[in-house]
């Protein structure tokens, strides 16, 4: 297909792992891809489009539909910049945005073109504007840019403002004196895919996925989180690694019982993969498992904030890393993450069993990963 007909991808994934997006995306989509912080960018035939939503490293997916510079935009007076602002829609590939939207939500919407006598069969619209870089630079704010585009779209095409009820959102990103507009594919963020009974930390489904993927777990291996709250690790696991066996527990009945409110809630798509998942209470540094019996441990530990405290941490890690090399065998895997870095870093001293070969997540997330092997 001739490079001009091909749809430009934004996605925005979270920031530290935009590589291993990237990986997701050559491995199912067969595409290079770009990354910058906090996103990846790549082209794809139109009628792909759905399985762009199916890719489980990204939180959100947009099909670009307009990339403008409106020079010395920052130096322009407010009004006269809203109103360039404004005439933007004149360059805007509408029928891309349309055809993209209706193809990521498999339904048909009412054509923009002309104004119907029946002005409900249009469709309901939101403009979201970020801007990126030094925001003073600018005589308006990003409230007052994606309030005068929005006017002039129900102005000219008569599509209704809904800010929350809306069928189609569009993204407005400025960025010094670069525009670029948007048309969101998907309505809720994609994290939040597998959890209806959510806990105090919680964690995206979207960084869940990454973390199992980080493992490198192969067929028919038994991957643990010892400490799974609401469980969103082994149930992302299940569903996006096959042939697995996945383990979640926790010391807390509640944590149990948030465990299988969302197994009941992915039951239907657990039941067409081909990975197991089960659940149980336990104390996480006495496991009632064998020695060697575990090939990877995926989890989210205390970071001490909202649950214990970065003083019991120090001692929590070194007893959760003695029982973990006891429970994973040779050669086996542990990626944890966590913002006590000090902690982690006691711990391995303790331990002096495992090799770190973490990364940090940015400074977005003050988080960092631990991905250990001994």
Not at 239 to 267: I, M, Q, S, T
């Amino acid at each position: 297909m001739a490079e001009s007909s091909l749809y430009s991808i934004y996605t925005s994934v979270i920031t530290g792992f935009e590589w291993l997006a990237s990986e997701e995306i050559k491995s199912k989509l067969s595409v290079k891809s770009q990354r910058s912080r906090g996103r990846v960018q790549f082209r794809l035939e139109p009628k792909r489009i759905p399985e762009v939503l199916k890719l489980r490293s990204i939180d959100n997916a947009y099909v670009i539909v307009l990339e403008k510079t409106l020079l010395n935009l920052g130096k322009l007076p407010e009004e006269e910049a809203l109103r360039e602002i404004q005439n933007l829609i004149k360059s805007v590939d509408w029928e891309t945005a349309v055809d993209a939207w209706q193809l990521a939500h498999g339904r048909k919407i009412a054509h923009f073109v002309g104004l119907p006598e029946d002005r409900e069969n249009l469709p309901k619209f939101r403009v979201t504007c970020f801007r990126a870089g030094e925001k003073s630079c600018h005589s308006f704010s990003s409230m007052d840019a994606a309030k005068s585009l929005g006017a002039e779209i129900n102005n000219t095409f008569g599509w209704r403002p809904d800010m929350k009820n809306y069928d189609i959102e569009l993204v407005l990103r400025i960025n010094g004196d670069t525009l670029s507009l948007m048309v969101a594919l998907n309505n809720e963020s994609l994290f939040k895919r597998n959890v209806c009974a959510y806990g105090p930390t919680t964690m995206r489904s979207t960084i869940c996925y990454c973390m199992v993927a980080l493992a490198k777990t192969k067929p028919d291996d038994i991957v643990l989180d010892p400490l799974c709250g609401g469980g969103s690790i082994p149930l992302e696991g299940s569903l996006a690694f096959p042939d697995r066996v996945f383990f979640g527990g926790d010391n807390h009945p509640l944590a149990l019982e948030r465990c299988r409110e969302n197994h009941d809630y992915n039951k239907k798509k657990l039941a067409n993969t081909s990975s197991t998942v089960n659940f149980f209470q336990w104390d996480a540094a006495a496991l009632p498992l064998k020695d060697d019996s575990v090939d990877a441990i995926v989890t989210d530990l205390p970071f001490g904030k909202k649950i214990g405290s970065k003083k019991n941490n120090q001692g929590l890690y070194t007893l959760l890393f003695e029982e973990w090399a006891r429970v994973v065998r040779p050669g086996g895997s542990v990626v944890a993450l966590t913002s006590d870095k000090r902690s982690i870093e006691t711990a391995m001293r303790n331990s002096q069993v495992w090799k770190n070969h973490g990364d940090s997540l940015g400074k977005h997330w003050r988080s960092n990963y631990s991905m250990l092997s001994h």
